[in-house]
């Protein structure tokens, strides 16, 4: 496994590499098995896995947020040489904004501009797009991979990808989950204990609207009383319990009839989390 700081030497070690398939995946780092399964992903599907590790300033809303973000780059290395990457891309900040940069990538409409957007403020996936789009020229790899948690995410880069022409196949991967449900997030670390069960309600509310819907209860809004329900049982007030298109995130009818995205942020503690699932199929 090779690390590289630079755009110029990411591309050199991909050079030779280039009569195979390339498999990307972008982490900001504090690796954990969440990332661990989208890179067994890449090494399954493709002949050289690269792995990038950049903390992107331009998504991030508050100074302390970005501030109390884990940088673990030793660990981060250690699991990505024992997944099999090939190479790893951890550049500066100099190195993806240099000085004089002046260009954004933006996604328009409830896309980018509802739930995160609302929440985070539209730079936050005007940030997003920037660094992916840099990434994935930088790279030109033939796969990229992320986990479906970050569903709006993934959502903002189908949607830039294939506007720009962007000749690469997203490959989403499941939520990864702890044994007790909760998803998957570098944040995690930061919840007490206390607060680690009292977030367990957040997968709980969702599996509770999961089963509703199976049970033949088809209204959004009450499938939404059922969630909120659950949250508020354990001391969570929701930022928003959304019901979007999984696609466009325009808001869903009123009446389950086609794939809809259940998509909940709450804070527990100072900390805030994401969840999400789909009903109706996708």
Do not use: W
Not at 83 to 90: H, I, L, P, W
Not at 128 to 152: I, M, N, R
Not at 157 to 176: E, K, M, N, Q, W
């Amino acid at each position: 496994m090779i690390v590289v700081r630079t755009v110029a030497d990411l591309r050199a070690a991909l050079r030779e590499r280039r009569g195979g398939s390339i498999g990307l995946v972008p982490t900001m780092g504090a690796l954990h098995e969440g990332h661990a399964t989208l890179l067994r992903a890449a090494r399954s599907a493709d002949d050289t896995v690269v792995m990038t590790i950049f903390v992107n300033p331009a998504q991030f809303n508050e100074q302390s947020d970005l501030s109390a973000y884990p940088r673990t780059e030793d660990a981060d290395l250690a699991l990505a040489e024992a997944e099999g990457v090939d190479v790893v891309f951890a550049p500066d900040a100099s190195e993806v904004y240099p000085d004089g940069f002046a260009t954004t990538v933006s996604v328009s409409g409830p896309i980018a501009e509802t739930l995160e957007g609302a929440e985070r403020g539209r730079a936050h996936f005007d940030g997003v797009a920037t660094v992916v789009t840099k990434l994935l020229l930088a790279a030109l790899p033939d796969h990229a991979y992320f986990g479906a948690k970050d569903a709006q995410q993934v959502a903002v880069i189908r949607r830039f990808v294939a506007d720009l022409g962007i000749p690469v196949t997203l490959v989403v991967c499941p939520t990864s989950r702890d044994a007790d449900g909760l998803a998957r997030s570098s944040r995690n670390t930061r919840l007490s204990p206390d607060e680690r069960a009292q977030a367990l309600a957040i997968p709980r509310a969702l599996q509770e609207v999961t089963d509703a819907s199976a049970a033949g209860i088809a209204g959004t809004e009450a499938l939404r009383a059922r969630a909120l329900a659950t949250l508020e049982a354990s001391g969570i007030r929701p930022e928003y319990v959304a019901f979007v298109d999984p696609i466009t995130f325009a808001p869903a009818a009123a009446v389950v009839d086609g794939p809809v995205l259940v998509a909940i942020a709450a804070r527990v503690g100072s900390t805030r989390l994401i969840d999400n699932t789909v009903l109706g199929g996708a």
